[in-house]
């Protein structure tokens, strides 16, 4: 029989929610589920999330996105195996491996911030008008030099070497290759030195040709002339043949009609070469175009000598800018690398300018800069690089030897670097302990299934991405059975508690300029997220469930009487599921401005425990505040 005594118990509010304990031993403020819900922006509120718009209204062709960047107002997307700019696509051929990173850099002398393009399969930059290769590879031929006119040089032994070049449009020189191979020497003999066999490119980028001489009997190559690239600054090509040589002139060169600034550009003519000058000097016998320059500057004026440490970057598929150089790694051939740039030249990258950090079986997996610290990550553990281009660099293994199986989920934040371990989400300084934000979630790292909440698939762990967006920590990721992902754990850190979104999306990137936050979906879309009322045209569904509650005795069976609600649901109908001892018993369905609603129990209802589901489908920000259920104890008999 009843005992006496209507009791009440009443839950004032939801923080977030709890997988770690039973439903029975929840906190009354923890949810065992909560599923399109917004616990942050009014604390102890259930709020319908926001939606997702479109940021243009047409798909790329290719459909998963899975890296975003914006550099100089410019759009980013790495979609599968290519690269758009906003929605133009200007690169194919990446690799499959899911690791592609974008990031800024304006080298030393450059008037362009360029989107710098790192991956396994190429390496390129991006200026918002052209794409051009990362670096410049070095010329793999030799010039072949004779002896010019009289007046120019003294005697003795000369060699020569060039180098492409990549000019400004304020004519600073923003980049330049390695040498060729070295010519073989001459004596000008008080002559000029003339110098042709000049590789061909197919860089575009090039814009200028250097050449580089030593002193007489020296071997250091020192600057001595530059020329911009392409036969029409050369002067005029020219072709010789065997059957066209007069012995009369060993030599005859006309000036080039260019400009006054080249005015000291030359060519051979046609019919003007000798038998034993070819045979003497090797000159090639072709009838295809070739060049000629001369090299006539007095030794006192040479300029620097050549940089032979100008190595193109190597194919890694993460590149990361720290103390004006830029770290890449991830190099297939070197997985433990840490190559280094030259400061503010992220186009030379010296084959000997790297650390080795820990062991090819462990490899690098990413690297986070900012906030004052460079975190780099493998597998297994993580290390804290320090340095500049003046001590030089130096890694050290963090006190907490925690690494990550993904990549893309480690960000810097104002808290800090946030990474995913396999036990958990973690904050790092990679000096103190790693701080744990993981809390009543962790079931889902360690391959529980709670509430019908499904673990992380650890398999596809290369496809997590992260973000970091008005004081909240975003974590997309594939469930179990699930390739791409498919959910997004929220983090609040004004609660310090989590909830989830459904959202199916590749990667995620805030857009600081515009205060916007943006994900890449798998349908060939680009979304800003906490952004509108709908998912596009859909509305958004909201799945909540609380603990169970059991008042003061969990032996006590109870007669449930009465249900009080506290919503506003803004005029639309919130579905209300009753639950005792686990199973559903009443459904009942309120709508309204905010009012607390008391709804009749059926009767006869009685257990032990009690909970409830709210459902809703639709686009206005409903909000639940508050719960309560009355009942009567009853006796032991």
């Known amino acids: 029989m009843p005992q006496s005594g209507l009791v009440q118990k009443e839950v004032p509010g939801f923080l977030g929610v709890n997988l770690r304990q039973d439903r029975m031993d929840l906190a009354d403020e923890e949810l065992a589920r909560a599923i399109n819900v917004d616990l942050h922006t009014f604390p102890g509120v259930i709020v319908l999330r926001l939606g997702r718009t479109q940021q243009f209204s047409t798909a790329l ?76 590879a070095a010329p793999t031929t030799a010039p072949i030099l004779a002896i010019g006119p009289a007046g120019g040089l003294g005697t003795g032994n000369y060699s020569v070497r060039y180098t492409f070049v990549r000019k400004t449009k304020a004519g600073k020189v923003a980049h330049e290759s390695n040498p060729s191979l070295t010519s073989d020497v001459v004596d000008p003999a008080t002559g000029h030195i003339v110098a042709s066999n000049f590789e061909d490119t197919s860089d575009s980028q090039v814009t200028h040709l250097r050449f580089y001489r030593t002193l007489v009997g020296q071997t250091d190559h020192l600057l001595e002339s530059e020329i911009p690239f392409g036969s029409e600054a050369f002067g005029y090509a020219f072709s010789w043949e065997a059957n066209e040589q007069d012995g009369d002139n060993e030599f005859k060169f006309t000036q080039g009609a260019l400009s006054s600034t080249y005015e000291v550009c030359f060519l051979w003519e046609k019919n003007h070469l000798e038998s034993a000058f070819i045979t003497t000097n090797s000159l090639p016998i072709s009838t295809t175009s070739a060049l000629a320059w001369i090299l006539s500057i007095a030794d006192t004026a040479l300029g620097a000598a050549v940089e032979t440490d100008n190595d193109p970057p190597p194919n890694a598929s993460w590149a990361v800018s720290y103390n004006e150089h830029i770290f890449f790694m991830r190099d297939a051939a070197n997985p433990h690398y840490l190559w280094f740039s030259k400061r503010f030249r992220p186009e030379s990258v010296p084959l000997t300018q790297f650390l080795e950090i820990g062991n090819p079986s462990d490899p690098l997996q990413c690297a986070v800069s900012g906030y004052g610290l460079c975190a780099v990550f493998s597998r297994l553990t993580k290390y804290r690089v320090t340095g500049n281009s003046v001590s030089g660099f130096v890694s050290t293994e963090a006190k907490d030897h925690r690494g990550t199986p993904a990549p893309l989920a480690a960000i810097g934040t104002p808290k800090g670097i946030l990474f995913v371990a396999r036990d958990g989400i973690f904050i790092t300084s990679c000096d103190a302990q790693d701080s744990d934000i993981t809390g009543k979630i962790l079931p889902l790292f360690v391959n529980e299934v709670v509430n019908d909440m499904l673990p992380i698939n650890w398999d596809e762990a290369k496809r997590q991405s992260a973000g970091y967006y008005k004081n909240r920590y975003y974590l997309g990721y594939s469930e179990a059975n699930a390739v791409f992902p498919n959910r997004i754990a929220v983090y609040s850190f004004d609660t310090q508690r989590w909830y989830f979104y459904d959202h199916p999306m590749s990667s995620l990137f805030v857009e600081e300029d515009i205060d916007k936050f943006t994900a890449g979906g798998q349908d060939g879309f680009v979304y800003f997220l906490e952004d509108g009322s709908t998912d596009g045209t859909s509305d958004i569904s909201m799945n909540v469930e609380t603990k169970n509650y059991y008042g003061e005795q969990k032996t006590t069976r109870k007669l449930f009487l009465l249900l009080k609600v506290d919503a506003d649901t803004l005029g639309d109908a919130l579905s209300v599921d009753f639950f005792v001892d686990n199973a559903l018993k009443h459904t009942a369905s309120i709508t309204g401005t905010r009012t607390k609603r008391l709804l009749m129990l059926p009767e006869k209802l009685m257990g032990y425990s009690w909970r409830i589901r709210f459902r809703y489908t639709g686009s206005k920000r409903i909000k639940i505040y508050a719960v309560a259920a009355f009942w009567l104890p009853l006796s032991a008999s």
């Not at 030393?108 to 008008?129: H, P, Q, S, V, Y």
């Open 61 to 136: 062709t290719e459909v998963i996105i899975r890296r975003l960047a914006k550099i100089n107002g410019r759009r980013y997307r790495v979609a599968e195996t290519s690269v758009y700019r906003d929605q133009t696509k200007i690169l194919a051929g990446l690799s499959s491996n899911l690791i592609t990173t974008i990031i800024p850099f304006r080298p030393l002398n450059d008037d362009t911030e360029w989107a710098f393009i790192a991956d396994d399969a190429l390496m390129r930059k991006d200026d918002g008008t052209d794409t051009r290769i990362w670096g410049i």
